[in-house]
């Protein structure tokens, strides 16, 4: 057990010259043991004195300008796909960079267009010859010969980013002035060799710094812009901007092929994280990040051999350092730093793999756009909070901390009240857990995608996200599938498996239930990968002989030998997509008498209508709404299934979600101590420590009534939002 003293501090609190007394208050106030500087501020000679830990931030491939603006050849590179043109006569003249921004982008003059672009008809999705189209550099144009009229054409092009994306987010978003800051590529061997001798350089320049935040270390996440500085394509855990030619020959030597412009722009989907992966993206990615871990653990080598400890954000360009693979232990990192909004982002960090320590860092970041005048940072960061600590119940976290501008927050007094209420609230956490884990219900849950581990607690998009006004345009909302968001606060032990998994090992006998949720065409639902007959065999063997399957939206969706859902027959049901018309239904009448159905209560929410219709007699409709299944059970050999429409996040649909799970686990008979059945209440207990936990999630008063592990009843009285220490 981790020893935790009630009295250390464990808040890394950001600072900003001008406000040392602030921080020097709010450092007593709102417990906390480490300063850091925050991107566009630096940190206070005063400060470095005190007795406490110093995070420095370091962004290597910004750090030095001078040579990025000397090295135009360094600079971060990528695909891009010009907007499609259609021929009305028999050439035509593109111009690549219309309608992307020209203060972010450059067409690339180092990448000869002969060898390393593409002219794609995307009316018969053919390769042009090169002979057949011609790039004027002057005028910055492709003319393209032989056209054929009402054919769309497209040039796949190689741009230079001469504007780095999170200089450029804080220049108009935050209205940050100076120069327009570059990033560097340090696959180029020399780039890397300047990028070592300037680190240490850092590294001695820093003696104060106990901890070297590594914001990044080679890439950032795809964000691409348009014509009026808007961004157009996001894509947090893709690939897209790590191309260059060099890397793409090392890459042909080091995989025995060579990969393709289309490979990269995808026909306009980029590869998208919500796409299932093709097998050469996902070598594509193993490539880099086999450069990055070594990159990085040079790195942290040298901030180690310091003297020093390091972290890392997993935030902007985490790009080839995801946690849960297992090559990023490699890398030696001591810290690991995650934005954490909900908590589905507090499980991606706390779940991973590994010795380090975990780090949130708290929304709202203190930027303009939240603290303004006339709006109220409390309501953002509540709602945060009680979603966190439902989800900090299962799995231990270790650190919190924020970042910004503190004279911003500090305009807010309410909001300073606020962080010192959290602050207590996890140091009351960390003092009766001392890092331990509470105690989970019997059997393994798995979530199966086309990702898998690599994409653990990735919330997945849904089509409802493309409908909705985030109130921050900013900021991607997820929204709609949120079954992930009810999980990540319930008592289950979870892990992510692929399809691949599935091919190659099997499925685990530890794990009861599995459960796969998305839409159709989805990395998240699968897509393509049910075109496999190994894995739905392996599927119905597993639910044939005791296993559980929770089908969310869109289960098993690929159109296929008469059928939509390919395990159609394991949940008795299937998706009317205009190709059955002709089927007959089976009649539609809701259960009563069903184990699932004391559970269907006012409130829950299925989302949209499912367009799905039961196909089996021995069906159980628990809920639907008009003709379309919301909530079906069903048997099947020794085993059980579920189908849900949807699942967006509510307490009462996390309730719902929790007693579907122990059903499918066979565990419906068993007394669960310590279990809460109530929506508003999350109960967990810690063995080791002889601790109950008990959290309010909404803001009026809550009495609820819990089993004990003896079976007795023990009534718990709980206020607004309150979180309550029980010892047993």
């Known amino acids: 057990m981790k020893q935790v003293s009630s009295t250390k501090g464990h808040m890394t609190l950001p600072v900003e010259v001008g406000q040392e007394e602030v921080v020097l208050d709010l450092y007593q106030r709102w417990q906390a043991d480490a300063l850091r500087d925050s991107d566009g501020t630096t940190m206070p000679e ?88 011609e790039f004027d550099a002057a005028t910055q144009q492709v003319l393209i010969k032989q056209t054929q009229p009402y054919h769309e054409y497209t040039v796949t092009f190689m741009a230079r980013q001469v504007w780095d994306s999170v200089s450029m987010y ?85 995989f025995g092929y060579a990969l393709t412009p289309e490979d990269f722009v995808d026909a306009g989907y980029y590869n998208g994280t919500y796409k299932a992966p093709s097998k050469r993206y996902q070598d594509w990615m193993t490539f880099v990040q086999e450069f990055i871990v070594d990159f990085a653990a040079e790195l942290v080598a040298m901030a180690h051999k310091a003297g020093k400890k390091s972290a890392m954000f997993q935030g902007d360009h985490w790009i080839g350092t995801e946690p849960f693979l297992e090559s990023y232990q490699n890398i030696g990192l001591d810290i690991n730093i995650g934005a954490v909004e909900d908590g589905v982002a507090l499980r991606r960090l706390t779940d991973s793999m590994g010795e380090q320590t975990r780090e949130a860092r708290f929304y709202p970041y203190f930027f303009p756009d939240v603290f303004r005048e006339g709006n109220d940072p409390v309501v953002e960061s509540m709602s945060n909070w009680v979603k966190i600590r439902r989800a900090m119940l299962q799995k231990p976290l270790d650190r919190i901390g924020y970042g910004g501008y503190l004279s911003l927050a500090n305009k807010f007094p309410h909001f300073i009240d606020h962080v010192s209420e959290i602050s207590r609230e996890f140091g009351d956490y960390l003092q009766h857990t001392q890092g331990t884990e509470s105690q989970k219900l019997t059997g393994k849950i798995a979530v199966l995608s086309a990702w898998g581990k690599a994409r653990s607690w990735l919330q997945n998009q849904a ?207 068993q007394q669960h101590a310590w279990l809460s059945d109530y929506p508003n209440v999350d109960v967990a207990y810690y063995p080791q420590t002889g601790m109950v936990a008990a959290v309010n999630y909404v803001s009026e008063p809550q009495q609820v009534t819990i089993s004990n592990a003896i079976g007795e009843f023990v009534n718990i009285s709980l206020e607004g939002y309150e979180w309550k220490w029980i010892s047993i």
């Open 46 to 133: 005063s400060l470095t004195k005190q007795d406490s830990d110093i995070y420095s931030v370091v962004c290597l491939v910004r750090a030095d300008q001078q040579f990025a603006n000397q090295h135009p050849e360094y600079l971060h590179r990528k695909y891009l796909m010009s907007f499609p043109v259609t021929a009305m006569a028999e050439t035509l003249v593109i111009q690549p960079l219309d309608g992307y921004s020209k203060d972010k982008y450059e067409l690339d003059d180092d990448s000869d267009p002969k060898c390393w672009w593409e002219v794609h008809n995307r009316t018969t999705n053919t390769v042009i010859d090169v002979s057949l189209w």
């Open 463 to 669: 089509r409802d996200q493309r409908f909705y006004v985030p109130p921050r345009p900013d900021v991607m909302e997820f929204v709609g599938n949120n079954l992930l968001e009810c999980l990540a606060g319930l008592p289950f032990e979870v892990e992510f498996i692929s399809f691949d998994d599935i091919i190659q090992n099997g499925i685990s006998e530890d794990i009861k239930v599995i459960i796969n949720t998305g839409d159709a065409n989805s990395a998240w639902s699968g897509g393509e990968c049910w075109d496999n007959s190994e894995v739905l065999v392996a599927l119905r063997k597993f639910v044939g002989q005791g296993g559980g399957l929770l089908g969310v939206c869109d289960p098993s969706a690929f159109q296929k030998n008469g059928r939509y859902f390919q395990l159609g027959d394991v949940f008795g049901l299937e998706k009317e997509t205009a190709l059955t018309m002709g089927r007959v239904a089976m009649p539609l009448s809701i259960a009563k008498e069903h184990y699932l159905s004391q559970f269907v209560t006012e409130g829950l929410d299925f989302g949209n209508p499912s367009y799905v219709y039961p196909q089996a007699t021995d069906i159980a409709v628990l809920a639907a709404q008009g003709q379309h299944l919301a909530l079906t059970a069903r048997n099947y050999g020794q085993g059980r299934s579920v189908y849900m429409g949807n699942l967006p996040f509510n307490m009462k649909n996390a309730r719902l979600l929790q007693q579907v799970l122990i059903w499918l686990s066979h565990n419906e008979t």
């Open 170 to 254: 804080n220049a108009l978003t935050n209205d940050w002035k100076g120069p327009r800051i570059k990033s560097l590529d340090p696959y180029h061997p020399e780039c890397r060799a300047h990028l070592i001798k300037h680190f240490a350089q850092w590294l001695d320049e820093h003696p104060n710094t106990t901890v070297v935040r590594f914001t990044t270390f080679a890439f950032l996440f795809v964000i691409d812009t348009g014509e009026q500085n808007q961004d157009i394509y996001r894509d947090w855990t893709g690939y897209g901007e790590t191309v260059s030619p060099r890397a793409l020959e090392d890459f042909e030597k080091r």
